[in-house]
């Protein structure tokens, strides 16, 4: 099965510059991933790493 998670805009998918809900995402899908399933993780990302859980596909804001 294929999950994906869109994390919220105002927080990076970071162990450095996360937040609480990146950390559950990123737990939940090291879960998900032990069980044999795929994960793709929509987040913003900034100048920090993101976690190597899941397949992260980082996203840019637009504003006008």
Not at 1 to 27: D, H, K, L, Q, R
Not at 40 to 56: A, K, P, W
């Amino acid at each position: 099965m294929n999950f994906c998670f869109v994390n919220m805009p105002i927080e990076y998918y970071s162990p450095v510059s996360g937040g609480a809900i990146s950390t559950i995402i990123m737990s939940t899908a090291r879960e998900l991933l032990g069980r044999g399933h795929k994960v793709s993780v929509l987040t913003m990302v900034g100048e920090d790493e993101t976690y190597n859980v899941g397949e992260v596909v980082p996203c840019l804001l637009y504003t006008s």
